[in-house]
């Protein structure tokens, strides 16, 4: 069964704000989707979308991503979802996740399918995905690649939880320390901060000062965000084309979005070494879609609109938590743009505060928040293996060169 969804009035508040999530592009970030940014009440369900049930295939079907990816999700619970994406509900004889890895696996072709809209939105209709035919194993032999490849998907996605949870502890911990400051507080209310020892405790002043307009802890300083870091924009890389077969992947906006160079663009590898990019730098798009991310999908070249933020004083944590902090504060500035790509310009990042620790602080932090960063960059990078491992598999498992009692053992 093909459903197609929709989009309640936003007008219309009792539609949102509710519990069951709703599936637009910016979600289909992964092959498994658990959740979404965005949440209907019943009534809105009722008045403008479609629930499709836990284990549907999504594909997105009409939107400017379609240039250059088709994102496919498989849903762990029931959702709504919008009228840019169709929901697919394999028939008793047809395995749900074996279907969803036949159109990963077939993407290239689904996406010469994809042709634009008048105003240059991509498209692919539904009449033409409905005439594709199926190369269908036995029920028993869908199950068992379904099995073997969603070991790996598996994985990966437990890795992207364990990052989760390691990321909102290393904001935590920075929000309540460079932010809140809770242990000064509680030191300067006579108290003992609680959860640390005593040698973490005693780093921490008993007292305020203004500094720069600012009340910070005693001995701590006020900086721009610029001056903790610099963030080096990226090229117009149509200038700097390959003229050979090495090239370097360009990363865009979309890239960063995806974390991924796939089907990107081509540029010179003679480019200045610092625009190029390698696993673990943080890039910020400073146009479009802000964002900030921790970037592990190999190495690539610079794109205009993104900035590679990087210190020769301060550490990796510091200024990408002190960037992510001030990140909605830059979105709201680049929402209220009346162009038709909000951003931001230098000078923001200048009006950005940032309070920097007294070295000895600073150092404890590093000690205590690096080592979260870094296990971020190594499951990231983990799990980028095992999608690789998984693409690999695909296609061969699916043909029927390798079967399932091949592969097993290697995983």
């Not at 029920?139 to 068992?144: D, I, N, V």
């Not at 924009?233 to 084309?241: H, I």
């Not at 909605?328 to 500035?333: C, D, H, K, R, S």
């Amino acid at each position: 069964m093909w459903y197609s969804g929709g989009t309640p009035s936003k007008a219309n508040p009792t539609f949102w704000e509710g519990n069951i999530p709703w599936v637009s592009a910016k979600d289909m970030k992964s092959f498994y989707l658990h959740d979404t940014e965005d949440h209907l009440t019943e009534e809105g369900v009722q008045n403008g979308s479609r629930i499709a049930p836990a284990e549907s295939i999504l594909l997105l079907v009409r939107g400017m991503t379609l240039h250059n990816d088709l994102p496919i999700c498989i849903i762990k619970q029931d959702m709504a979802f919008n009228q840019d994406v169709k929901a697919i509900i394999p028939n008793q004889n047809i395995n749900s996740n074996f279907l969803a890895y036949w159109f990963l696996a077939h993407k290239p072709t689904l996406l010469k399918m994809v042709d634009s809209a008048s105003h240059g939105t991509g498209r692919i209709h539904t009449d033409v995905l409905k005439s594709i035919e199926v190369s269908l194993p036995p029920l028993p032999e869908q199950r068992a690649i379904a099995r073997v490849l969603g070991s790996l998907d598996d994985k990966i996605e437990l890795n992207r939880k364990m990052n989760a949870t390691l990321e909102e502890t290393a904001r935590a911990i920075f929000q309540s320390w460079f932010v809140d400051f809770d242990p000064v507080r509680t030191k300067a209310a006579g108290q003992a901060p609680v959860g640390l020892d005593a040698a973490t405790a005693a780093l921490f002043p008993a007292a305020f000062e203004e500094v720069d307009g600012r009340m910070v802890p005693q001995g701590w300083d006020v900086k721009n965000l610029d001056q903790i870091a610099t963030y080096l924009n990226g090229l117009a890389l149509q200038k700097f084309p390959p003229t050979d077969e090495e090239f370097l992947p360009v990363i865009k906006i979309a890239q960063m979005r995806k974390g991924s160079t796939e089907d990107s663009d081509k540029a010179s590898p003679s480019i200045p070494e610092a625009y190029i990019i390698e696993d673990g730098d943080i890039l910020f798009s400073w146009s479009g879609s802000l964002e900030v991310v921790l970037w592990c999908g190999g190495q690539g070249a610079l794109n205009q609109h993104l900035f590679k933020v990087t210190s020769n004083i301060y550490p990796k944590w510091f200024y990408y938590l002190w960037t992510r902090y001030h990140l909605p504060g830059f979105q709201a500035i680049a929402a209220d743009k009346a162009t038709t790509m909000g951003h931001i310009q230098r000078h923001h990042l200048t009006q950005a505060k940032v309070i920097v620790p007294t070295p000895q602080m600073m150092d404890l932090a590093d000690r205590t928040v690096a080592p979260l960063i870094d296990q971020i960059t190594n499951l990231k990078l983990q799990s980028r293996t095992l999608a690789e491992l998984r693409d690999t598999l695909l296609p061969r498992l699916l043909s029927g060169e390798l079967r399932v009692r091949d592969v097993e053992p290697l995983l």
